[in-house]
């Protein structure tokens, strides 16, 4: 009886390892709460569509566009943006605001297409 209760105990956590290792999401293993805070700076660019963007902010999103670009989107649409008071439609043209070049223009994000 002990026996099948290691096992059990075993086996749930080789479980729990492998779906964390292969769990990585949009973000790959930075979780999304960490990558919208790391985007904080741009929270007044992403409620005010003729704000100024911070300069801190584009190398923030153009730093996140070079190395995951669906990172960018799935904070974008996550509920920690919805309750920050993120508009999407405007969040989605911060790039473009930012003059980034590599920005993945005609790209679709949720309902939204990256300018």
């Known amino acids: 009886m002990k026996c099948y209760k290691f096992l059990a105990v075993a ?6 390892t492998l779906a964390s290792t292969e769990a990585a999401g949009e973000c790959g293993r930075m979780p999304i709460g960490q990558a919208a805070a790391s985007l904080s700076p741009c ?12 300069p801190v902010c584009c190398a923030k999103i153009g730093a996140l566009i070079r190395t995951n670009p ?17 508009n999407p439609g405007i969040a989605i043209a911060v790039p473009k605001r930012c003059n980034i070049r590599n920005r993945p223009a005609g790209k679709r994000c949720g309902r939204y297409i990256v300018p």
């Open 11 to 16: 086996l749930m956590s080789l479980l729990m």
């Open 43 to 54: 929270l007044p660019a992403t409620k005010n569509p003729r704000g100024k963007v911070p």
């Open 70 to 86: 669906r990172c960018l989107c799935a904070v974008m649409l996550s509920p920690l943006a919805k309750q920050a008071g993120i």
